[in-house]
């Protein structure tokens, strides 16, 4: 935009749409959303209303960035008494500051000739110009609901704070339905006459965000993407995992967060903090994408990314199916913060009964679903022979058992790993623990066999004669596509956790694997275990399971697309 | 007489108190004395020495309990009196800073410090020695003139204490404080001119005195509706960083909620929860809650700011803990839907009410309590007499007849009505006069009650004893204000009669944004079986209907009374001519800006011009907008034109025009229409209010009801056509219908029936 160039300092409130729009519509110029006044290190400081105009008047005395001030129209929460008189104090601040030079602006041509009135004269319009740029799809905007719906289609809405301003008015020509004030009716004004250009890098940055969950699949999976996207973009991971330090070991910057429960803080406290940090990451990277895989998208990433200056973010949402019957699935309704929502296919999709296969969001936004293969990290070409795994583990001659529990945070394995030893022990078979980077030395040591701490373990699968494995996503694939000796699966039941015991029972229906069933008799998980074990001790051979497949690459053409918001047919 | 043994310890132990003095171990000097074995009778001394190191060194409870053992073992000096009885006064104990003085200096102290303390010690027990102590007492320096002054206000010695503010600001110039103090003086007696210039030389003074000046001439201006004023005021005063619990409580009082709630969440988010101190955020949460803002404290708790213990457990009680985190969770804007009283609504729930007595029990006696504010030369306190002349007309006996109001200071003006409603022999209670009652509420009232929003928090703590002592059949609540609080007092205390009788615009009409945050209130109480509403027009109570979203018919009419009778009798009309020769158009109000006199004088330009004849406007009153008159009556030319300020009799005032014009943008019922029309005259005015129900509607010697948006050449034309005819038509008629519908004997026989009460046979 004409006369602003260099950096410059958007005083205002960051949920303000038309600090969203602005920010936007200045681009290319550097734009860094304030809440105070800066002393120092910009050239222009532009205030969103003549409410902060007001409260920030007392210091706008001695800074030597040029000032504007954009001159507002009633809002919602104003009367007009309140917003008349408002204004008219502005103008005589405006009048003693007679050492300070403020330009004043208005969003449309009714603001500019409404605040006129209280005897302000220059008002500037803003944009000073009509953009061309073609929007692709209708909202409407209905502020008594606080809802907004794309093409009168009513899944395809979203709250009417769902997203970025200047995203939304991109991509849709707004209009209003119903009563609105008359401030909201200039916001819609100027976004439907802003370019709002978004600009485009050669090598564009991607935020990685990884929760902090119980075992490595959220990390494991952001990392088999990362792999997938190559250096088509550079990638910086945002990581609550206490593995972090594989995603350094694997090359990629990361930032080691903490989560509130970490901090032992109060939620709302850290979620604010976390914004902040999060928002400043994104705008001093130039992100262009985040990319979230979890269950539940946490508000400090979607307040971020509303954050005047952010548009240009997309939200791309990793989300695994497989959720258990009955799990909460309000934190769908996600949806509508996202650009595109990815679900990694599940081997054991026919066996899924979770919400992610049959709940409507209410609001699902611009987003669209892609279904896509499943996601490993490792692909057939990365496994060693057996030969060389086993040199690599530095094992011996014999039979050879890899126990891969996963974590421990929520049942006790004390019984269960003492038959396990007890049972390999009487058929002299080795057993090797595999310990998650994240557990600490576990008891499992102490009972025999060697531990083995290292990742990804499935490179060296072809070192073991069999596996007993909890069903995680990442282990349940890795086993089922990529490991060809017998498996026992020992899956986890817990509230917080996929639907392991359907995954592990899908997989056994078809032939592919044992279950050790934790509702059975000790006297029948004895049994269980004493076949599986038989069977190790047999070599018996390679089992016919799924052919490998991956949805690295579809995914991976998704997240790298350049523009998300192609209509989706409904 | 000590002997050489007992002065040589005595020096010795003085010399070691000295020592550890010195050393800052006052507690160590406190015991050696007491191990000392030396009494305070026999050897007062080294005691009196130890209570003056310790005073100075501000160990008050130390120093105080040295003096107490003097005191006791019967030594009485000028100085232990002086300091027990200036920490009595500190702990609120004035009676017995009396005692101490007393005992000291006699009933009347000659020197000025013991006499200024113990005139601050009888201000509320014996404000006429008070008085008289300070009334002829000559002061060296500005503390103590400062304290006189003080006293002098708390006295209600008004004019009193601006004869020593003239006095003091001469020998004290320097002083600022002198200075604010001679202009809360004159805000005092409503000498707002007098005020302001005062408050422009504080201006001068320059920070921190500059903003309280911007702040306080602000407000004066915004009095008088000189709005361009007061915006620059406004401008320079937040321009000049305004302590932060001033500056949101300003905002909130200039009709500007969403900036003070931006500088309150400027000063959480950005300045930081811990910039400031707890008795900081503390003040400006108390001052919230004072607005009924319940729901902004609620957020500015549970966003962690440390508002004090106090306003924790008020906000505990007001909220159940889902709601504090829920308005703690949402935007502040949203939060601060959440306001007292509504919050405290149901009434029945939150208060525990007892149950509602019964109507409809008819008496023919019972105490009547009246609730009023002041007897201020107003309208609404003139119809408060005249109510409690009609109700004793009706057979209330005087003594039965209570008339409470919350200020009633001669110097205030609120007086002016006062000789005539104690000359009907009805018992009045200035309740300021009152020791503060508020630990007299029941303890499971106390909480709530601290909830509810300033004024109506104080006024219902003010008048809570009084009603408990009298307990009445029957309160009346006498406009908006008292009404809400006579209204929830009489509803908590089971009073079986309640009538609370507004006047004739509801609050959001009148733009009073913290009556209008009543409303809830006034409709829980409004719904009671026991509760009588009343408007003094049926526009009124129509505009409160609406404003309750009550059916039509749901609040009463009260007319307004005028007892024709006691008028001197109707002189006969001037014949002045109808078309020709001079005219003297009358105009009875207070120059302030919603009577628009500028209308008024342009109007009558206007009049001169179409009828073609002199026309000679005649103003009787005073106020703010004296000056502007004038200068507009030399631009038009109205050289003949009256001025009365001094008149009060009826005839006398309506004897000095031919026809009353009003022109006022807001009005009650106008005494002035009635009583213009009691004595035949024509009478025209824009329809607002109770103008309309005031106003003689049909026939030959109707009034003139004027658009209430009308300009001066439109209302000048209109006048033109309707006044010869007016002139014309014979008086009697406006007689009448005043007679009528505004008589005395209807006005007291109505609201004796909502008193559950049968007139006197």
Redesign the interface.
Known sequence: MSGFSGRIALLCDFDDPAAQLLAAELRPADVVPVLDVPEEGFDHLIILSQTLFLLHASKLGGISAKISVVLRRRSAAETHLEWAEGLEIAAQTLVLMTETSVALYALSERAASHTGAAGLAGILLWPQQDSDCPRIDRAVVDVEKSVITLDGVAARSMKIDALNWAALARRAQLTISGGSSEDMRDVLAFSNRASLDRGEEAIPTYVIVVPNGVGLGHLTRMLAIARGLGRSARLIFWCFSRAALVIKQAGYPVFVRQTASHLGIDGEDWRAWETQEFADLLRQCGARKVIYDGSTIDAFITRAIRQPGLDQVDLIWMRRAMWQEGSDASVIEGAQFCDAIVEPGDLAAEADKGPTTHFVPQHRGFSRLVKAGPVTLMQPDDQRTRRAARKHLGLGRGFYCLINLGADHFVDRTILTAQIAEIAAKHQVQLVWAQSPLAAPTPELDQSGTALRQYPLARDYAAFDGVVSAAGYNSFHELMMLYAGPVLFAPTRHARLDDQPARAGYANSRGWADVLDSGSSAAGQFRTLDNFFAEVRNRSGAHTRSSFQSGISEICQVISAPALTGREDD | MLNDNELEITGQVRREIGDLCGKGEFLSAYLRLKQSGLQPDTNPGPWEFLAQRCEEAKLSELAHNLRRRLWEAGIRTGDIALREAERALQSGMPEYAAYFLGEVFGDTPTEGEPRILLASALTESAPDRAHALLRDIEVDEADAALVVLDRMRDIGEFSAAEEKFQIYDARFPEDVRILQRGARIFQSQNNWAAALSIWKRVHEFGDPHRVRALLEMARIEARFER?DRV??L???Y????PPIHEAIDFAFE??????GM??LQ?AV??QGKSGRSTAQWSRIATGLIDRGELGIVAWLYQQ?VDVGPQVIALIGKAFDEGLIKIA??T?L?IAARLKGPDILLPLEKFFRFPPVPRNGVRTTGGKVLLVNSTLSAGGAERQLVTLARALIAQGVAPRDLHVALFSCVPDRGHAHFLPALDALGVHIHRIDQRRWPFGQFPENLKVPLALLPTPLRNDAAALWQLVAELRPDAIHGWQDRSALAAGLVGALQGISHIVLSARNMSPPKR?DPRLNQTRGLYLAMAKHANVTMTANSSNGARDYEEWLGLPNGAISVLNNGLDVATLAAPRSMPKVHPTKGKIRIGGVFRFAANKRPDLWMHTLAGLREILGREVQPVLIGTGPYLADILKLRDTLGFDDMEFHQALSEPEEIYSKFDALLLMSRVEGTPNVLLEAQAFGLPVAACDVGGVRDAMLGSGKAHGLLLPADVTALSASETIARWLPKALEAKADARRAFVAQQFSTERLGKSVLDWYGQEAAQ
């Open positions: 709005q915006r620059a406004v401008a320079e937040f321009l000049a960083d200039m009709g500007q909620p969403n900036f931006a500088q400027d988010w950005f962690g703690g969770r935007p804007a733009g």
